[in-house]
């Protein structure tokens, strides 16, 4: 069956819109991907239909909301391959989802304990490491640098790892360079040392297959904004293991089996770590988003975005001085680039004036752009819905706004 993109684009209300006039080119997938009409409609149907709070209600319409809640915690455990819905906690994105690991399952590391991050990290698995460590200051942090590829060392990486690591911590995808990071590898060597890990899946769940089963993490995380799905909603897949003897991560409501002020117990799993009312209706809706990408096939999604990235790639080759940042041979749907000494702005600036909306600045990868001697980059991203006209369009608009900045 051949690539319906046409199709795909009429669920996407947004694609129809214009920016000054000209159609809407939206190649900022990387930092959130638009959002089909059934998720839309989900949504809708979650405030108009079923809305009231969850596990709290004997009522109708709180057991319904609850279903729709849980329902979605078993789609998620199916699609991630997960073995107990007890090890699916929803979290406001990937960003808390770290913050959760890092807090909780940090609290537990060893005095003098080691953790490895790499060069190429998104703030979201930098800062709470380094909250961590500001709490706990005998805590080291050790980070594996990239070659000019823009491919882990993973020598370097094997090599970091002693007696005193007790945590790994990396992307699954880079969010700047799109390598795709050799995680099963790195997860075996770091459990034959004994060490856990938590894959940062915010840039490969939209893009790639993951079953967490297969790659054995003992964490992943990831949003759901990113992958068609409601703002605000992140996934943290924990092993059921890890999560036990983890102490909660926020105290309140739901979170709780008894309250007393002589002492309190929690929870069983996963509610240990969803303290206060979650979006439920934005997790009843996710369903959707995860009908829409298996509509479709992550596999057919990939293959589509690479398709697009190659032929990009092939014709801004040909601009002269352009740099391009990630050239690793497995790569996710992501173009990080400069041309000359043309600020990277003033790329975006005049680019979103022909209707093109790219991402620029360091995408929230300081560490990576210092390491790469630079203060920022142009990103184009795609998703499922982008087109090779819309390719057409990028690159004329870059033919037609680089002589204006050179
Ligand atoms: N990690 C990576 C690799 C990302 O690309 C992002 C967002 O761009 C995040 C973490 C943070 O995601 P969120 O803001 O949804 O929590």
Same mark, same amino acid.
């Given at each position: 069956?051949?690539?319906?993109?046409?199709?795909?684009?009429?669920k996407?209300?947004?694609?129809?819109?214009? %920016?000054?006039?000209?159609?809407?080119?939206? @190649?900022?997938?990387?930092?959130t991907?638009?959002?089909?009409?059934?998720?839309?409609?989900?949504?809708?149907?979650?405030?108009?239909?079923?809305?009231?709070?969850?596990?709290?209600? !004997?009522?109708?319409?709180?057991?319904?909301?609850?279903?729709?809640q849980?329902?979605?915690?078993?789609? !998620?455990?199916?699609? =991630?391959?997960?073995?107990?819905?007890?090890?699916i906690?929803? *979290?406001?994105? *990937?960003t808390?989802?770290?913050?959760l690991v890092?807090?909780?399952?940090?609290? =537990?590391?060893?005095?003098?304990?080691?953790?490895?991050? *790499?060069?190429?990290?998104?703030?979201?698995?930098?800062v709470?490491?380094?909250?961590?460590q500001?709490?706990?200051?005998?805590?080291?942090?050790? !980070?594996?640098?990239?070659?000019d590829?823009?491919?882990?060392?993973l020598?370097?990486?094997?090599?970091?790892f002693?007696?005193h690591?007790?945590?790994?911590?990396?992307?699954?995808?880079?969010?700047? @360079?799109? *390598?795709?990071n050799?995680?099963?590898e790195?997860?075996?060597?770091?459990?034959?040392?004994?060490?856990?890990?938590?894959?940062?899946?915010a840039?490969?769940?939209?893009?790639?297959?993951?079953?967490v089963?297969? =790659?054995?993490?003992?964490?992943y995380a990831?949003?759901?904004?990113?992958m068609?799905?409601?703002t605000? %909603?992140?996934?943290?897949?924990?092993k059921?293991?890890?999560?036990?003897?983890?102490?909660?991560?926020?105290?309140?409501?739901e979170?709780?089996a008894?309250?007393?002020?002589?002492?309190?117990?929690? /929870?069983? @799993?996963?509610?240990?770590?969803?303290?206060?009312?979650?979006?439920f209706?934005?997790?009843?809706?996710?369903?959707?988003?995860?009908?829409?990408?298996?509509?479709?096939g992550?596999?057919n %999604?990939?293959?589509?975005?690479q398709?697009?990235?190659?032929?990009?790639e092939?014709?801004?080759?040909?601009?002269?001085?352009? +740099?391009?940042?990630?050239?690793?041979?497995h790569?996710?749907?992501?173009?990080?680039?400069?041309?000359?000494?043309?600020?990277?702005?003033?790329?975006g600036?005049l680019l979103?004036?022909l209707?093109?909306?790219?991402?620029?600045?360091?995408h929230?990868?300081?560490?990576?752009?210092?390491?790469l001697?630079i203060?920022?980059?142009? +990103?184009?991203s795609?998703?499922?819905?982008?087109?090779?006209d819309?390719?057409? /369009?990028f690159? /004329?608009?870059?033919?037609?706004?680089?002589?204006?900045?050179?």
């Amino acid at each position: 069956m051949s690539y319906d993109v046409k199709g795909i684009r009429e669920k996407f209300p947004i694609l129809s819109r214009k %920016i000054d006039g000209k159609p809407l080119i939206y @190649l900022d997938n990387t930092a959130t991907s638009q959002t089909p009409q059934s998720v839309v409609d989900a949504i809708v149907s979650g405030y108009c239909d079923t809305k009231a709070n969850v596990h709290r209600g !004997v009522h109708t319409l709180s057991q319904e909301a609850t279903e729709l809640q849980e329902e979605s915690r078993r789609r !998620v455990r199916d699609y =991630l391959g997960a073995s107990s819905v007890e090890e699916i906690i929803f *979290t406001r994105g *990937t960003t808390e989802s770290i913050n959760l690991v890092a807090s909780s399952f940090g609290s =537990l590391f060893p005095q003098d304990g080691e953790i490895i991050l *790499t060069v190429m990290e998104h703030h979201a698995n930098i800062v709470p490491w380094q909250l961590l460590q500001s709490r706990r200051p005998d805590l080291k942090i050790r !980070v594996v640098d990239i070659n000019d590829r823009g491919e882990l060392l993973l020598d370097q990486y094997r090599s970091l790892f002693n007696e005193h690591t007790c945590m790994a911590s990396f992307c699954h995808v880079s969010n700047v @360079l799109g *390598t795709v990071n050799p995680v099963k590898e790195m997860i075996d060597y770091a459990h034959s040392k004994g060490v856990p890990v938590l894959v940062d899946g915010a840039q490969a769940v939209p893009h790639i297959h993951v079953n967490v089963a297969e =790659l054995d993490c003992d964490f992943y995380a990831f949003s759901l904004h990113k992958m068609y799905g409601p703002t605000g %909603i992140g996934v943290l897949y924990g092993k059921k293991e890890h999560l036990l003897r983890m102490p909660p991560y926020q105290g309140g409501g739901e979170m709780i089996a008894h309250v007393s002020f002589e002492g309190t117990t929690f /929870a069983d @799993l996963p509610f240990k770590f969803e303290a206060g009312t979650p979006d439920f209706v934005g997790i009843g809706a996710l369903p959707k988003a995860l009908d829409f990408i298996n509509e479709i096939g992550i596999e057919n %999604i990939e293959e589509h975005e690479q398709e697009l990235m190659e032929y990009a790639e092939a014709k801004m080759r040909e601009i002269p001085g352009m +740099r391009i940042f990630g050239n690793a041979p497995h790569k996710s749907a992501v173009i990080s680039f400069l041309v000359g000494d043309i600020h990277h702005y003033d790329m975006g600036m005049l680019l979103d004036k022909l209707g093109v909306e790219v991402r620029t600045g360091h995408h929230c990868a300081q560490p990576l752009m210092q390491r790469l001697g630079i203060s920022g980059t142009v +990103r184009a991203s795609f998703a499922a819905y982008n087109t090779k006209d819309e390719v057409d /369009a990028f690159i /004329a608009a870059l033919h037609r706004i680089l002589p204006i900045l050179s």
